[in-house]
């Protein structure tokens, strides 16, 4: 193990310092790992850093959405709400990075540009775009899943003379709406969740929706003191049901399959998750994401609850899915999302009726009109999964590269590790379940893993591990084949790597459930990394 005070030659370069990279530092420094850590943003935090938009919150409990560690972490923190906003998440991870001293291990606003293996040494040379090189045996990417915003290429976009945001790229400063005419462009989550404030502020919102999305009213709250002294004297025991769970929090789903259940249970189940609020609706009986007709059950339940909250039945007809089953894409969580259409201020133009055309300096043309308007906010997404590592050069055995190399879509193994690629670690990359759990516990169980495995290394006095080929074509198909047992490629999601133009469309995710997921890398891990090479350097 190298002790190098030379910052130059470290065991560990981590990129990015979101929940995911900053718990490697901190979990491989514990390990006594010489550790160097690349964060493009000048601050730790990754998405909550970026995302500032107004109403952007988690959707996943706060209590369940932070990290599980440490006992101390989770008795000291309170959360105020039970979807905690992006300002309260970000103070959340300050609090961590001070407490656990991560900002001395962290080299801000740099981004890392390249990463090649030295096949010989089976060392990487990681290269930044302050002309900073390191070298190091072990390369963690944690550069997130949701972190490559995406600005679609509308004719004209760069001549528009009013404001523009992105809402994963919101200013530092407030930005004020009022007195202006705003469009929105995206009704995904991020959409879903801004358009209501934004339609408070403005004088007139035009929101152009491409495909109509699902959303349920989140149930947001304040936690009461009695809530806060609950959940903290029964953490350990609401983690170990997170840890088995399917989606990384504590949801138990109803006991029946929805048809099993009488019209009357089945209706009394829905309206109890309906209360509770949130995406886990789409988990409220088991076989939900598994059979068209279950599936159905709780589209008309849903369709039925979001109409009785529209004025005018064309504007619900045109904010009902009718293109694809519930849940497939991940159901957004709102708070007065579709009353904001009963607004006289608020008006819908569906771009699958009226296609945006083009964008000049006074607003946005679409086929039967022109809208004026005085900022324009891009709450079209991400591309997801591979996004930010497409943007590094990332070199492995034979000068393959990463990016040619999942030119056809991802190849990994588990989500961790890929061939030619040695001691080259994914934290929740694509073939894991990833964005379909929790992700502070998902980055929790991917870095846990990798540090398990650089112990096993060097308990037995060996350089590497390398996922083989073999292995790597094997999980994709595992993970093609239980994606084609449910209904999750119905949907034209960026799951699917659908919202990008020329993407390869794959299902990117190990839909399997995160607990049955965490079984797999443990038996891996136990059988002495099955699927995996063991190398020594030459
Ligand atoms: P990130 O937080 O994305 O951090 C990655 C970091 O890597 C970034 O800071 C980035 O700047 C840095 N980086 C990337 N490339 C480079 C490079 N080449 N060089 C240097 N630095 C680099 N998940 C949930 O489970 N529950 C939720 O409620 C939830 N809400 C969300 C809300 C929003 C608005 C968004 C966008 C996502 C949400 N997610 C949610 C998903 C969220 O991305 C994860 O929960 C989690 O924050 C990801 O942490 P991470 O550390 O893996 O990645
Ligand atoms: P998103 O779900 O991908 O939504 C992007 C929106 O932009 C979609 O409505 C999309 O339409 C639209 N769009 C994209 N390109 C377009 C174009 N060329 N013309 C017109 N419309 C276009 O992105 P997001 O809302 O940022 O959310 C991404 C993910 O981040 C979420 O699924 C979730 O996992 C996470 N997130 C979570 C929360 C939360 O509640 N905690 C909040 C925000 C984000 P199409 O659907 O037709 O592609």
Redesign the pocket.
Known sequence: MSNSADAGVVDAVV????????YALHKLRSQGLVVRV????PEV???????RYPG?????ESVD?SYSFSDELEQEWTWTEK?AT?GEILRYINWVADKLDLRPGITFD????SATLDEKTLRWTVV?DAGETVTARFVIM??????AALTPAFPGLDTFAGEVYH??HWPHEPVDFSSKRVAVIGTG??GIQSIPLIAEQAEQLYVFQRTPNYSVPAGNRTLTESDVAEVKSNYAERRAMSWRSGG?SPHVAHPKLTMEATAEERRAAFERRWELGGVLFSKTFSDQMIDPVANDEARRFYEEKVRAVIDDPEVADLLIPNDHPIGTKRICTDTNYFQTFNRPNVRLISVRRTPIESIDATGITTSDAHYDIDALVLATG?DAMTG?LA??DIVGRGGQGLREDWAEGPRTYLGLGVDGFPNLFL??GPGAPA?L????L??EAHVNWIADAITHLDSHGHTALEATAESVDNWIAECNRRAEATLFPRANSWYMGANVPGKPRVFMLFIGGFGVYLDICAEVAAAGYKGFQILDAS
């Open positions: 990129v990015g310092a979101g929940f995911a990279g900053l690349f964060e493009a943003a935090g990754g998405t909550w850093y970026f995302n952007a919150r988690c959707d996943v959405y979807y992006q740099t981004r890392v540009v930044t944690a550069t997130g899943p949701l972190s809402t994963a989550s991020s990384g991400f930010a943007k590094i934290v929740s964005v759990a929790n992700m502070v998902h980055a």
